[in-house]
Each structure stands twice: as structure tokens, then as C-alpha cells.
């Protein structure tokens, strides 16, 4: 495993053109195949809430449950740089408590950067949170905690009037501190006069190939989702819940057959012992 990612590099990196990669990840075994991977950024999203939890979406998720999450990903990671999800309701109150809940995902999770949703409606808490010492990723785009007012969960920045209010609110994040900016399905032109007109690396979701790097939901890429609706931009790298499937029928088939624990699977005791038992 190389070095910790340095966060002040990722914008080196993007002025060297080199393309920058994150992924989610919600527990220790997948985080530490994602590090080990190589992979820039390990984001536990709040995308736990309908891809592990099974709520329907990612409002529920509490404070506690990201934090919980958090802090297995952050024991797997020793590479990446780990970014803790703010979720709905835990930076919208008050800047106080969004910087205490901020101040949580580092102190008790090791979290090195939030995420949080929003433009304009967020400036004033991102900077206050940058100016506590906590690095901030925005999210702009479709951000799915606010998805009913966007109109549900469709494309953003089509027209012309949309797509400059992104770009306006790309630039007032940049202002207020923030370190990166995950793009999440906008077309593809507008991402890219996005991330040419900021300093910080643009991830995009559904934002074309333009951006400075990537992001994709782990379970998505992997195949393992729920089997239902796959939003257009996820490519599947693996079919990973097809061999889960496998995996688990041919031990369910070898223990009702009896073939399952072999004798090279078994603990045995010396006969002297056995006798006086
Ligand atoms: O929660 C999440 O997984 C995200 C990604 C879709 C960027 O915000």
C-alpha cells in the first residue's frame, strides 16, 4: 500500500490532467478491497440507506448509522481518503449543529473530508465547517436528499438556466472552501464547463467523461444490487451477486447432501482421550 492520499494533490493531479477515482463503500471487508485497489476517495455515502439498509431511499439515515459505517471504513482504509455522507437533516437546522455533526464524522469515525447536498443554500454552513478545519466535498446536480423538490430523481441542468444556476453555485461552493464537487447526472457539456471553470477536481455520476475523476456506487459497479432499477450511467464491472448465489446454493446442496464438512474441514481428538470420555 503506497502513502495516504494527500487532499492538496487532487488539485495537482487534476492540473496534470490525471484522472482521479472514488467509490462508496459501506464496511470494513469492501473498504479494504477499494483501498487496496487503489482508489482516491472511499465515500460511505448515505446511499447505505436503500443500498445496504433497505430503505427506500436515503432519507431515513440517522447520524448514528453513518457514523457507525464510517468508522468501519475508516479501520479498512489506510490509502484513500475517507469521506463521511452528511445526512438529510444533520446540516440543514443550524450552522452550529451542522459543524458539531461535521466534527463528529472526523473525531469519531476518522472521516477526513464531508460530503454534503446543495448550492446556494449551503454556502454559509460549508465555509463555516472549512473554517473549523474540516475539509468539505460538495453535490450538485441531482442531489437525491432533495430529489422531491428537484422534480424526482432525473437529470439536472438541461436547460440553459439551470445549468448556469449549477455553475453559479459550482463557483460559491469553490469560494467557500470546498476540496471537490460530485456531479451527479448532468449533461455532459455542462459538467465539463464546470469542471473547467473551478480549481477543485469535479467527480462526476452521470456526468460524462469530462470531469476530473469518477464515482460510482460500489454495489452498483459490482453487480450486487437489489436486481432492480439501474439508473443509465452505472456500468457493471462484475456480477458479483451472481456468484454470491452460486457460492451459497452449492454450500446449501453440499450440507443437506452431506458432503459438507470434509474430513480436511473437521477436528478430530486423540482415541486415548475419546476412550476416557
Ligand atoms: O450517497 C452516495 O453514494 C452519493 C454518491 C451517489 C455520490 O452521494
Same mark, same amino acid.
Given at each position: 500500500?503506497?502513502?495516504?492520499? #494527500? ?10 490532467? &490525471? ?26 455515502? #448515505?446511499?447505505?440507506? +436503500?443500498? @445496504? *439498509? ?14 457507525h459505517?464510517?468508522?468501519a471504513?475508516?479501520?479498512g @482504509? ?6 463521511g ?6 446540516? +440543514? ?7 458539531? +455533526?461535521a ?5 469519531? /469515525? ?14 454559509d ?26 422534480g ?7 436547460t %440553459?438556466?439551470? %445549468?448556469?444556476?449549477? *455553475?453559479?453555485? /459550482? ?16 449533461? $455532459? =457539456?455542462?459538467?465539463? =464547463?464546470?469542471? %473547467?471553470?473551478? =480549481? ?8 460524462g467523461?469530462?470531469? $476530473? ?29 451472481? %456468484? ?9 446442496? &453440499? ?17 486415548? &482421550?475419546?476412550?476416557?470420555?
Amino acid at each position: 500500500m503506497g502513502d495516504k492520499v #494527500d487532499l492538496s494533490s487532487l488539485v495537482v493531479r487534476k492540473g496534470a490532467g &490525471e484522472k482521479l477515482t472514488m467509490i462508496t463503500a459501506y464496511d470494513y471487508p469492501f473498504a479494504r478491497l477499494v483501498d487496496e485497489a487503489g482508489i482516491d476517495l472511499i465515500l460511505v455515502g #448515505d446511499s447505505v440507506g +436503500n443500498v @445496504v *439498509l433497505g430503505y427506500p431511499d436515503t432519507l431515513p439515515v440517522t447520524m448514528d448509522e453513518m457514523l457507525h459505517h464510517t468508522r468501519a471504513v475508516s479501520r479498512g @482504509v489506510s490509502r484513500g481518503l475517507v469521506i463521511g455522507d452528511m445526512p438529510f437533516m444533520s446540516y +440543514n437546522v443550524t450552522v452550529p449543529e451542522a459543524i458539531i +455533526n461535521a466534527g463528529r464524522f472526523v473525531k469519531e /469515525a476518522g472521516a477526513d473530508l464531508i460530503k454534503l447536498e446543495g448550492g446556494e443554500a449551503v454556502v454559509d454552513t460549508v465555509a463555516a465547517i472549512v473554517r473549523a478545519g474540516i475539509p468539505v466535498c460538495g453535490h450538485l446536480g441531482l442531489t437525491p436528499q432533495t430529489a422531491t423538490q428537484l422534480g424526482g430523481y432525473r437529470v439536472q441542468g438541461r436547460t %440553459a438556466a439551470v %445549468a448556469q444556476k449549477i *455553475l453559479a453555485d /459550482a463557483l460559491r461552493l469553490e469560494e467557500a472552501g470546498i476540496s471537490a464537487l460530485v456531479l451527479e447526472c448532468v449533461p $455532459d =457539456r455542462v459538467a465539463e =464547463r464546470i469542471t %473547467a471553470s473551478v =480549481r477543485i477536481p469535479t467527480f462526476g455520476i452521470g456526468a460524462g467523461p469530462a470531469c $476530473d475523476g469518477q464515482v460510482l456506487v460500489l454495489h452498483d459497479l459490482l453487480g450486487l444490487g437489489g436486481g432492480g432499477f439501474q439508473p443509465r450511467f452505472v456500468k457493471r464491472f462484475g456480477e458479483v451477486g451472481e %456468484a454470491v448465489r452460486t457460492a451459497v446454493s452449492a454450500y446449501r446442496d &453440499e450440507v443437506v447432501a452431506g458432503t459438507f464438512p470434509a474430513s480436511e474441514h473437521t477436528f478430530t481428538m486423540a482415541d486415548d &482421550e475419546f476412550e476416557k470420555l
